[in-house]
Protein backbone atom coordinates (compact mmCIF):
# COMPACT_ATOMS: atom_id res chain seq x y z
CA UNK A 1 0.00 0.00 0.00
CA UNK A 2 1.34 3.75 -0.99
CA UNK A 3 1.91 6.13 2.32
CA UNK A 4 -1.33 8.07 1.69
CA UNK A 5 -3.11 4.75 2.25
CA UNK A 6 -4.37 4.58 -2.17
CA UNK A 7 -3.77 1.17 -3.53
CA UNK A 8 -1.47 0.74 -5.93
CA UNK A 9 -3.14 2.03 -9.33
CA UNK A 10 -1.65 -0.98 -10.99
CA UNK A 11 -3.33 -4.37 -9.45
CA UNK A 12 -0.24 -7.01 -8.50
CA UNK A 13 -2.21 -9.82 -8.49
CA UNK A 14 -5.70 -10.10 -10.75
CA UNK A 15 -7.55 -13.43 -10.25
CA UNK A 16 -10.41 -14.17 -12.94
CA UNK A 17 -13.35 -16.70 -12.38
CA UNK A 18 -13.83 -16.95 -16.12
CA UNK A 19 -17.74 -17.78 -16.50
CA UNK A 20 -20.23 -17.08 -18.52
CA UNK A 21 -19.07 -20.09 -22.03
CA UNK A 22 -22.01 -22.03 -22.05
CA UNK A 23 -24.22 -19.25 -21.63
CA UNK A 24 -22.45 -17.53 -24.65
CA UNK A 25 -22.29 -20.56 -26.81
CA UNK A 26 -26.15 -21.50 -26.42
CA UNK A 27 -27.01 -17.94 -27.23
CA UNK A 28 -25.36 -18.83 -30.62
CA UNK A 29 -27.35 -22.17 -30.75
CA UNK A 30 -24.06 -24.00 -30.19
CA UNK A 31 -22.78 -26.83 -27.57
CA UNK A 32 -21.39 -25.73 -24.68
CA UNK A 33 -17.89 -27.06 -25.68
CA UNK A 34 -17.38 -24.23 -28.14
CA UNK A 35 -18.01 -21.72 -25.55
CA UNK A 36 -15.32 -22.77 -23.71
CA UNK A 37 -13.10 -23.24 -27.24
CA UNK A 38 -13.77 -19.20 -27.46
CA UNK A 39 -13.07 -19.17 -23.67
CA UNK A 40 -9.75 -20.54 -24.17
CA UNK A 41 -9.17 -17.27 -26.76
CA UNK A 42 -10.22 -15.26 -24.38
CA UNK A 43 -7.57 -16.21 -22.00
CA UNK A 44 -4.37 -16.37 -24.62
CA UNK A 45 -5.95 -12.50 -25.53
CA UNK A 46 -5.82 -11.63 -21.53
CA UNK A 47 -2.66 -13.14 -20.56
CA UNK A 48 -1.20 -10.65 -23.74
CA UNK A 49 -3.36 -7.27 -22.25
CA UNK A 50 -2.65 -8.48 -18.26
CA UNK A 51 0.50 -8.17 -19.20
CA UNK A 52 0.11 -4.82 -21.37
CA UNK A 53 -1.40 -3.21 -18.17
CA UNK A 54 1.31 -4.05 -15.92
CA UNK A 55 -0.31 -6.91 -14.46
CA UNK A 56 2.61 -9.28 -12.75
CA UNK A 57 0.60 -12.24 -11.60
CA UNK A 58 -2.64 -13.63 -13.44
CA UNK A 59 -5.12 -16.57 -12.04
CA UNK A 60 -7.50 -17.64 -13.93
CA UNK A 61 -10.27 -19.98 -12.38
CA UNK A 62 -10.69 -22.54 -15.14
CA UNK A 63 -11.94 -25.77 -13.41
CA UNK A 64 -13.66 -26.08 -10.09
CA UNK A 65 -13.81 -28.94 -7.59
CA UNK A 66 -17.60 -29.06 -8.34
CA UNK A 67 -17.45 -28.60 -12.35
CA UNK A 68 -17.07 -32.78 -12.01
CA UNK A 69 -20.89 -33.02 -11.78
CA UNK A 70 -21.45 -31.45 -15.43
CA UNK A 71 -22.42 -33.90 -18.33
CA UNK A 72 -19.99 -36.31 -18.97
CA UNK A 73 -19.51 -35.06 -22.78
CA UNK A 74 -18.78 -31.58 -21.21
CA UNK A 75 -15.94 -32.84 -18.81
CA UNK A 76 -14.70 -34.88 -21.50
CA UNK A 77 -14.75 -31.53 -23.71
CA UNK A 78 -13.24 -29.82 -20.91
CA UNK A 79 -10.09 -32.14 -20.86
CA UNK A 80 -9.72 -32.11 -24.35
CA UNK A 81 -9.47 -28.38 -24.42
CA UNK A 82 -7.01 -28.63 -21.69
CA UNK A 83 -4.73 -31.14 -23.28
CA UNK A 84 -4.53 -28.79 -26.66
CA UNK A 85 -3.92 -25.96 -24.40
CA UNK A 86 -1.05 -28.17 -22.91
CA UNK A 87 0.22 -29.31 -26.63
CA UNK A 88 -0.06 -25.71 -28.39
CA UNK A 89 -0.09 -23.13 -26.10
CA UNK A 90 2.96 -23.45 -23.88
CA UNK A 91 5.34 -22.13 -26.41
CA UNK A 92 3.59 -19.24 -27.06
CA UNK A 93 3.57 -18.16 -23.54
CA UNK A 94 7.24 -18.77 -23.11
CA UNK A 95 8.13 -16.60 -26.18
CA UNK A 96 6.80 -14.18 -23.74
CA UNK A 97 8.29 -14.79 -21.04
CA UNK A 98 5.17 -15.96 -19.30
CA UNK A 99 5.42 -18.47 -16.21
CA UNK A 100 2.83 -21.33 -16.12
CA UNK A 101 1.41 -23.08 -13.09
CA UNK A 102 -1.16 -24.83 -12.26
CA UNK A 103 -3.06 -24.97 -8.77
CA UNK A 104 -5.71 -27.45 -7.63
CA UNK A 105 -5.87 -30.96 -6.35
CA UNK A 106 -4.28 -32.35 -9.99
CA UNK A 107 -3.76 -35.90 -8.65
CA UNK A 108 -7.46 -36.20 -10.29
CA UNK A 109 -6.54 -35.86 -13.98
CA UNK A 110 -5.17 -38.38 -16.52
CA UNK A 111 -1.46 -39.25 -16.38
CA UNK A 112 -1.21 -37.76 -19.96
CA UNK A 113 -2.50 -34.34 -18.73
CA UNK A 114 -0.04 -34.63 -15.63
CA UNK A 115 3.05 -35.23 -17.58
CA UNK A 116 1.82 -31.48 -19.90
CA UNK A 117 1.36 -29.96 -16.91
CA UNK A 118 4.64 -30.68 -15.30
CA UNK A 119 6.82 -29.70 -18.63
CA UNK A 120 4.76 -26.66 -18.85
CA UNK A 121 5.91 -25.74 -15.42
CA UNK A 122 9.18 -26.60 -15.70
CA UNK A 123 9.77 -25.24 -19.19
CA UNK A 124 8.33 -21.63 -18.59
CA UNK A 125 9.65 -21.69 -14.67
CA UNK A 126 12.52 -19.12 -15.21
CA UNK A 127 10.34 -16.71 -16.78
CA UNK A 128 9.78 -12.89 -15.43
CA UNK A 129 7.49 -11.16 -17.12
CA UNK A 130 4.57 -12.48 -15.68
CA UNK A 131 3.06 -15.42 -13.68
CA UNK A 132 0.03 -17.04 -15.55
CA UNK A 133 -1.59 -19.29 -12.49
CA UNK A 134 -4.35 -21.95 -14.09
CA UNK A 135 -6.50 -23.03 -11.29
CA UNK A 136 -7.82 -26.71 -12.47
CA UNK A 137 -9.64 -29.10 -9.91
CA UNK A 138 -9.63 -26.32 -7.66
CA UNK A 139 -11.99 -25.36 -4.50
CA UNK A 140 -10.96 -23.16 -1.88
CA UNK A 141 -12.79 -25.44 0.81
CA UNK A 142 -10.66 -28.31 -0.56
CA UNK A 143 -7.56 -26.27 -0.01
CA UNK A 144 -7.81 -25.21 3.46
CA UNK A 145 -9.21 -28.77 4.37
CA UNK A 146 -5.74 -30.37 2.23
CA UNK A 147 -3.77 -27.43 4.53
CA UNK A 148 -5.27 -28.45 8.02
CA UNK A 149 -4.15 -32.39 6.87
CA UNK A 150 -0.70 -31.62 5.75
CA UNK A 151 -0.33 -29.60 9.13
CA UNK A 152 -2.09 -33.03 11.09
CA UNK A 153 0.18 -35.40 9.03
CA UNK A 154 3.38 -33.41 10.30
CA UNK A 155 2.31 -33.86 13.86
CA UNK A 156 -0.19 -31.04 14.24
CA UNK A 157 1.08 -28.69 16.57
CA UNK A 158 -0.73 -25.28 16.66
CA UNK A 159 -0.43 -23.25 13.98
CA UNK A 160 -0.65 -19.09 13.04
CA UNK A 161 -2.28 -17.20 9.97
CA UNK A 162 1.21 -17.09 8.75
CA UNK A 163 2.70 -20.86 9.50
CA UNK A 164 -1.08 -21.77 7.96
CA UNK A 165 -0.89 -20.22 4.75
CA UNK A 166 2.71 -21.58 4.48
CA UNK A 167 0.84 -24.95 3.64
CA UNK A 168 -1.71 -23.52 0.48
CA UNK A 169 -1.35 -24.66 -2.51
CA UNK A 170 1.07 -22.05 -3.85
CA UNK A 171 1.95 -19.48 -0.91
CA UNK A 172 4.92 -17.71 -2.54
CA UNK A 173 2.22 -16.04 -4.58
CA UNK A 174 0.91 -12.95 -3.29
CA UNK A 175 -2.31 -12.45 -2.25
CA UNK A 176 -5.32 -11.22 -5.54
CA UNK A 177 -5.59 -7.56 -5.25
CA UNK A 178 -8.45 -7.77 -7.74
CA UNK A 179 -11.04 -10.48 -7.92
CA UNK A 180 -12.96 -10.17 -11.44
CA UNK A 181 -16.26 -12.67 -11.99
CA UNK A 182 -17.60 -12.35 -15.62
CA UNK A 183 -20.84 -14.06 -16.95
CA UNK A 184 -23.24 -11.99 -14.44
CA UNK A 185 -23.22 -13.72 -11.36
CA UNK A 186 -22.86 -12.40 -7.58
CA UNK A 187 -20.77 -15.37 -5.67
CA UNK A 188 -17.30 -16.46 -5.75
CA UNK A 189 -18.08 -20.37 -6.54
CA UNK A 190 -15.29 -21.12 -4.04
CA UNK A 191 -12.80 -20.01 -5.59
CA UNK A 192 -9.07 -18.09 -3.61
CA UNK A 193 -11.62 -18.37 -0.51
CA UNK A 194 -8.47 -18.21 1.87
CA UNK A 195 -6.29 -15.76 -0.34
CA UNK A 196 -9.26 -12.90 -1.66
CA UNK A 197 -10.00 -12.45 2.32
CA UNK A 198 -9.29 -8.46 1.74
CA UNK A 199 -9.29 -8.39 -2.36
CA UNK A 200 -11.18 -6.12 -4.09
CA UNK A 201 -14.16 -7.36 -6.36
CA UNK A 202 -15.05 -6.55 -9.66
CA UNK A 203 -17.97 -8.41 -11.43
CA UNK A 204 -18.96 -7.61 -15.13
CA UNK A 205 -22.33 -9.22 -17.44
CA UNK A 206 -19.85 -10.02 -19.94
CA UNK A 207 -19.82 -13.78 -20.90
CA UNK A 208 -15.83 -15.08 -20.55
CA UNK A 209 -15.48 -15.02 -24.53
CA UNK A 210 -16.31 -11.88 -24.70
CA UNK A 211 -14.15 -10.46 -22.27
CA UNK A 212 -11.47 -8.13 -23.83
CA UNK A 213 -9.36 -5.14 -23.18
CA UNK A 214 -11.95 -2.21 -22.81
CA UNK A 215 -13.44 -4.90 -20.41
CA UNK A 216 -10.10 -5.40 -18.78
CA UNK A 217 -9.33 -1.21 -18.33
CA UNK A 218 -12.78 -1.13 -16.94
CA UNK A 219 -12.45 -3.28 -13.96
CA UNK A 220 -8.63 -1.67 -13.38
CA UNK A 221 -9.86 1.42 -13.39
CA UNK A 222 -12.26 0.43 -10.89
CA UNK A 223 -9.93 -1.13 -8.80
CA UNK A 224 -7.87 1.90 -9.02
CA UNK A 225 -10.65 4.20 -7.33
CA UNK A 226 -10.91 2.23 -4.20
CA UNK A 227 -9.44 2.84 -0.70
CA UNK A 228 -8.02 -0.38 0.84
CA UNK A 229 -8.36 -0.16 4.61
CA UNK A 230 -7.50 -3.74 6.26
CA UNK A 231 -9.73 -3.04 8.87
CA UNK A 232 -7.82 0.44 10.08
CA UNK A 233 -9.26 3.46 10.31
C1 LIG B 1 -17.23 -21.22 -17.11
O1 LIG B 1 -18.30 -21.14 -17.97
C2 LIG B 1 -16.25 -22.30 -17.48
C3 LIG B 1 -16.25 -23.44 -16.58
C4 LIG B 1 -16.90 -23.53 -15.45
C5 LIG B 1 -15.43 -24.58 -16.96
P1 LIG B 1 -19.62 -21.99 -17.72
O2 LIG B 1 -19.46 -23.29 -18.42
O3 LIG B 1 -19.93 -22.08 -16.27
O4 LIG B 1 -20.70 -21.10 -18.47
P2 LIG B 1 -22.15 -20.76 -17.98
O5 LIG B 1 -22.02 -20.13 -16.62
O6 LIG B 1 -22.90 -22.05 -17.91
O7 LIG B 1 -22.68 -19.83 -19.01
C1 LIG C 1 -17.19 -21.11 -11.44
O1 LIG C 1 -18.20 -21.14 -12.38
C2 LIG C 1 -16.08 -22.05 -11.84
C3 LIG C 1 -15.28 -21.64 -12.99
C4 LIG C 1 -15.42 -20.55 -13.68
C5 LIG C 1 -14.23 -22.55 -13.34
P1 LIG C 1 -19.47 -22.12 -12.25
O2 LIG C 1 -20.30 -21.84 -13.43
O3 LIG C 1 -19.00 -23.50 -12.04
O4 LIG C 1 -20.13 -21.60 -10.91
P2 LIG C 1 -21.65 -21.64 -10.43
O5 LIG C 1 -22.14 -23.04 -10.65
O6 LIG C 1 -22.39 -20.64 -11.27
O7 LIG C 1 -21.60 -21.22 -9.00
MG1 LIG D 1 -21.03 -20.93 -15.01
Same mark, same amino acid.
Given at each position: ???????????????? =??????? $?????????????Q? #???????????????? =????????????? $????PD?V???? #???????K?????????????????K??????????????? &????????????? !?????????? =??D? !????????? #?P??????????????????D?????????????? $?? $?????????????????F???E??????????? &????G??
Open positions: MAADGKARKTPFHVGI =IMDGNGR $WALRRGMPRVFGHA #GMKALEETVDNAHELG =IRYLSVYAFSTEN $WKRMEAGLM #GLFRLYLNKIEKLHRKGARIRFVGLDAFNVDILDGVRYA &EEYTRENKEIDLI !VCVNYGGRQE =IVA !VNSVLAEGG #GVTVETFKGKMYAPDIPDPLLIRTGGELRMSNF $WL $WEGAYSEYYFTDAYWPDDMALKRAVESYASR &ERRYAA
